[in-house]
């Protein structure tokens, strides 16, 4: 079994992103490791190739300024990377998103597991949204999504977050999945305040919108929940360093808007009901 690691990266240092961190996390389960990187301001490039691991391959690109569609320049910048892709999974990781030591030999064993399965298309995960400081992780948004996808079969990524299977050139579908047990870690909402900002300036063009002002203190709090567990080993120096926010607190007289009025509603309904009712991009196999 070859297993290939994926990802985009852009800026990543001027965003504040944990790539480098990201990267590391998963290269001791991948055979090779693709990075399509983006030409930069900052030495994200450099900092990839001090990475010095004979894994990693690194393709530079050039983005598409003009493609402010719905994110769609992220999707052309993730297939880059997946078509340059040789094994038998493709395991795409973002620059925010960090795996667990304690949890590699669950996803090395799913991989191995359904290899031979063909109906297992992709392998899905569990997930940490992490919001405003490490101790609180978000309940709502995916909590679960493909982050591993069948290198033999036709898909495509419309805008970098999930895959679309192609079944003989007629209207894509999302892939059938099964679960690693594992779970990813998502730092992106951790990072300070002025890189959030920083963030909003440069990439909201590519969704058509107007860059907004970031606050940490917009969240309703009944969509948080503490977090007990540990984090991965690679990202607490990034957790305790300045580029991470640290001491939030939820604010409890905090007015929700109508959306977060929906999602509230959401969870009551999940909690009566006994079931998530959360978006999932993959039909599941048990």
Request: proline content about 6%.
């Amino acid at each position: 079994m070859k297993v290939s690691g994926f990802t985009f990266i852009r800026n990543g240092n001027i965003l504040g992103y944990p790539f480098v961190q990201s990267i590391k996390s998963v290269l001791p389960i991948c055979d090779e490791f693709v990075a399509a990187v983006g030409a930069s301001d900052d030495d994200t490039l450099q900092a990839l190739r001090a990475i010095n691991d004979p894994k990693i391959r690194i393709i530079e690109t050039t983005w598409n300024e003009k493609m402010i569609d719905r994110g769609y320049v992220y999707g052309q910048q993730k297939m880059i990377a997946q078509f340059n892709c040789t094994g038998d999974w493709a395991f795409y990781l973002e620059g925010d998103e960090i795996l667990h030591e304690n949890e590699l030999h669950l996803i090395r064993g799913a991989m191995e597991q359904h290899l031979d399965n063909p109906e297992i298309e992709a392998l899905a995960f569990d997930y940490f949204h992490f919001h405003a400081s490490p101790d609180w992780h978000a309940l709502g948004g995916y909590r679960q999504a493909p982050r591993i996808i069948r290198n033999t079969i036709r898909s495509i990524a419309p805008d970098g977050l999930f895959f679309v299977v192609m079944d003989k050139n007629k209207q894509g579908r999302y892939p059938r999945a099964a679960l690693t047990g594992a779970h990813i870690y998502h730092y992106g909402n951790v990072r300070s305040v002025a890189f959030m900002n920083e963030r909003n300036q440069r990439v909201a063009k590519y969704w058509g919108r107007p860059p907004a002002i970031f606050s940490y203190d917009d969240v309703d709090p009944h969509e948080l929940a503490p977090f007990t567990g540990t984090h991965p080993a690679i990202i607490q120096p990034w957790l305790a360093s300045d580029a991470a926010e640290h001491h939030f607190t939820p604010n409890p007289n905090h007015v929700p808007d109508k959306r977060q009025k929906r999602h509230r509603l959401r969870l009551k309904l999940e909690k009566w009901l006994g079931v998530d009712l959360s978006k999932k991009h993959f039909k599941l196999v048990k």
